[in-house]
């Protein structure tokens, strides 16, 4: 496998921007974002760090996601000239599409009858974990630094040493006694 050109790196990380972001919109960084359709003025999933995730070694996904936008873009090109849309060429093809024809190509590609839809759902779920869980970031890192979706899900910053505590019990009363032989710190004896 070849190393990508900046071109194609760059054509790499704007389509799995768009696709992040049609998954979960955001607010655009710029005025000349074309990556970010801005349907949103909160932070999406590529401001809750999408791209990072997808290319962390850890998640298994990163050796693919030259193939993923690939194969993303030819489904953009074959979807305009099946709608007659004409695309700009300055940017890949899945950019190029607004935001509706981007959630209408994807409502295809994620259909359950579809037979390529595992790779276009795990491509998804790594968005969904960028937003929901942060899960490429230290959570207590991600609520310093702002992260839109955790704190559009409502997490609570940690107490000052850095450890979450809830003194009120969601459901208004403890869910059981403690054990006798309960230690001060929480740990059966």
Known sequence: MQPETPEEQQARVLTLEAFADTIIPGAKRSADDRAIAG???????????ALALMEDPAGGLSLMLGTLSEALNAHASGYAETNGLTLDPSVPPFVALTFDHRTALLSHLLAPDNPE???????ALFSNMAYDSAAHMNTVDALAAGHPGLLAIGITKPD?????????????????????????????A
């Open 39 to 49: 349907v949103s003025t909160d932070g999406g999933a590529v401001e809750s760090g």
């Open 160 to 188: 000052a040493d850095g450890l979450w505590r809830f003194p009120e019990y969601s459901y208004g009363r403890p869910l059981s006694r403690l054990h006798p032989h309960t230690t001060p710190t929480g740990s059966p």
């Open 117 to 123: 839809k595992e790779m276009w759902v795990g491509l």
